[in-house]
């Protein structure tokens, strides 16, 4: 039984539709990925479940709940978290203050993260705690965003484009504190273009084109199937 279901929603902009009937699962526990190139709807998929740019039509199903009409605070207080692309931390605030206003209990009261789980996580962060967030690197202020999230103790991390403008070393870094964070059993929906960093996370991918999802499988199923890659994710 899914934890998450998304079905057939179609969302747009005012008057430009950007999804076209998206479809997906994610089971407790499971890293599910959204892949393909620019602008192909992974973004908006991940808005729409997180209730910023609601469907239109179709639903998402959060543990039996319709969510699709909840405002984004109601549907993070049922335990999904949101790491923007852009990052968005507090840059006058230190690294402990963006972690410490971002504090609540997840549903049910459950508290898994703490600080010091998270500066566990990302032991570059502890020795930083007092500098401000504008100071950060790139990598840093990555890393300070899921650990801003995750102290909102969520059951579901939606991840949009994590590895987006970080250089390969710091890629790596990031790639295995999430499968960290995958191996405490928190569900992960990742929406990436780096191929080989969903490979080696995914446990399932969807390849969107175009607002509309065209593939479902594993990682081995896309391995063995260059033309998929060939025509959906090569640029």
Request: hydrophobic share 40%; net charge neutral.
């Amino acid at each position: 039984m899914a934890d998450l279901l998304v079905e057939d929603i179609h969302t747009a902009y005012g008057l430009s539709q950007v999804l076209f009937g998206v479809s997906l699962e994610v089971r407790a526990g499971e890293c599910v990925a959204l892949i393909g190139r620019n602008g192909v709807g992974k973004t908006t998929t991940m808005r729409s479940i997180m209730g910023l740019t609601p469907p239109k039509r179709g639903r998402v199903t959060w543990k039996g709940q319709d969510i699709s009409r909840l405002g984004p605070h109601r549907i993070c207080r049922l335990g999904i978290g949101f790491v923007p692309e852009e990052r968005r931390i507090f840059p006058e605030l230190s690294v402990w203050e963006n972690l410490d206003i971002a504090r609540r209990s997840g549903a049910g009261g459950k508290t898994t993260w703490r600080e010091e789980q998270v500066f566990a996580l990302f032991p570059d962060l502890a020795g930083i705690r007092e500098r401000k967030g504008g100071v950060l690197s790139g990598g840093q202020q990555q890393m300070l965003t899921i650990a801003r999230t995750l102290m909102g103790n969520p059951e579901l991390l939606l991840l949009d484009e994590p590895s987006e403008g970080l250089a390969p070393l710091i890629v790596e870094l990031l790639r295995m504190r999430v499968a960290e964070l995958k191996a405490t059993g928190l569900s992960i929906v990742l929406a990436e273009q780096n191929l080989e960093f969903v490979m080696a996370l995914a446990d399932r991918v969807y390849i969107l084109e175009k607002g509309e999802v065209r593939f479902t499988g594993t990682p081995a199923d896309l391995r063995a199937d260059k033309s998929i890659v060939q025509q959906y994710l090569t640029v």
